[in-house]
């Protein structure tokens, strides 16, 4: 009786350090931030997203000193006292416009009026990839990140995924040498303008994705297929893993170390200096076209790649069109199609561009990544003139980094479905 009546006093203590924060985000003009991501740094299960007005709140057991975070892509991070969350007028906190790195190497690069010879442009190459060999580990590595995913339609943010992770890095040991990565997740929540909850049901179809592959699988499936087979098509997982794996920049970097002609040198402000490599592929009688420029921002006097970014546009076109599988019809799990829909789809143009930015952190003399952030536009086009626009907007920011003792992730952590917490935000 006496460890019932301990137990239920701890209860009480913990429940009565549980607080309420809440807030307001905007940008320098005063203007709304909607869908930002604000969580509390040691726990980001617990927190949340603003709603259409800037406005967040969410309970926790924190200290007036323990650190929130608050952030949206296209913005410089801010991290606030718990402290300062509690007053009852609820503070504006303020994001500053920063665009993200490859509008910055756009914008403020400049060509330099030396036109590099091939022998100057592969002593510069090699120099930065001596550079590369050092700086980036060959030793397993474990993130924790906390990932964002935007879907938006008609110009406005309409809801918002946030999945929180477990990422293992297995240095050179994907196909054709590349690193290979595998992706737990942890936890994961789904916000949605309570006003558009219904569209929701439909636009993220994980769910009916899920019972349409229950359906359609031979009597007698084991449950472990089936549930093997959801997990390939779920959407969630899906994006928030792509984010990650896109753009092996190390490996694409040596791979076009030879291809001299197609490189620039720019020249940016701070002593850095951004390498550009620019690439078109056409295959397929041209049915298939992308071109992709990657710039490597690097420190002028060390060669060290501090950001990455690549910018890829691809146009597709299949003549008589082409009837989508349950694999591919993963990327058709973000936007708004029944499940009649999806079975008739048929793919015969799809157009866009992608952004993907990575930012770097040093720790223990070496480089692992910081944050990541895309930015994918894309159209795509099936027969009878059925158009669906994608437009995702998503943010990565590692929150925790394991460099010693790093296991790989067993099958049962890579496979198994997160079940995902549906909150309405008003």
């Not at 935007?150 to 994907?174: D, H, K």
């Not at 060390?302 to 950001?307: D, E, Q, S």
């Not at 591919?328 to 866009?352: A, C, D, P, T, Y």
């Amino acid at each position: 009786m006496q460890a019932i009546l301990s137990k239920m006093k701890t209860l009480l203590f913990i429940i009565a350090l549980v607080t309420t924060f809440a807030g307001r985000v905007v940008d320098q003009k005063g203007e709304p931030i909607a869908y930002a991501t604000v969580y509390p740094e040691i726990a980001p299960e617990w927190g949340t997203a603003t709603n259409n007005d800037g406005y967040f709140s969410f309970e926790a057991n924190l200290t007036k000193d323990s650190r929130v975070v608050v952030s949206y892509i296209g913005y410089q991070k801010q991290v606030v006292l718990a402290g300062s969350l509690e007053d009852p007028s609820l503070p504006n906190i303020v994001l500053i416009e920063q665009p993200i790195a490859l509008e910055e190497t756009v914008v403020a690069a400049k060509k330099s009026k030396q036109r590099n010879k091939n022998k100057q442009m592969a002593a510069l190459l090699h120099a930065v990839y001596v550079q590369l060999e050092r700086d980036f580990p060959d030793d397993n590595a474990q993130y924790q990140v906390v990932s964002d995913v935007r879907m938006n339609a008609e110009g406005s943010t309409w809801g918002m995924e946030q999945m929180i992770a477990n990422i293992v890095v297995l240095p050179e040991q994907g196909a054709q040498g590349r690193d290979s990565v595998q992706f737990q997740g942890r936890f994961c929540k789904r916000f949605f303008d309570a006003r558009k909850r219904a569209q929701a049901d439909s636009i993220l179809a994980g769910d009916a994705l899920e019972r349409m592959e229950q359906k359609s699988a031979p009597k007698g499936t084991p449950a472990n297929m089936l549930r093997r087979a959801a997990n390939a098509i779920d959407s969630g997982v899906v994006v928030h893993q792509a984010l990650f794996a896109i753009g092996n920049m190390r490996y694409d970097f040596e791979q076009a170390m030879t291809d001299t002609k197609h490189w620039t040198v720019s020249n940016e402000s701070e002593g850095e200096t951004v390498l550009t490599h620019t690439q078109t592929i056409s295959r397929y009688l041209g049915c298939f076209k992308m071109t992709f420029q990657r710039h490597y921002i690097v420190d002028s006097k060390t060669y060290a790649v501090r950001r990455f970014s690549e910018h890829a546009e691809v146009k597709v076109t299949i003549p008589f069109g082409i009837k989508l599988n349950q694999d591919q019809l993963q990327m058709l799990n973000l936007v708004n199609m029944s499940e009649q829909q999806i079975e008739k789809f048929r793919l015969k143009k799809l157009r866009g561009n992608i952004d993907l930015n990575t930012i770097y952190q040093r720790q223990d003399d070496k480089v692992y990544i910081l944050e990541r952030n895309m930015i994918c536009n894309a159209h795509i086009l099936g027969a009878k003139k059925a158009e669906i626009p994608l437009i995702i907007k998503a943010t990565q920011r590692v929150t925790g980094l394991q460099t010693k003792d790093v296991k790989p992730l067993t099958s049962q952590q890579i496979t198994r479905r997160l079940k995902r917490e549906i909150v309405e935000i008003y």
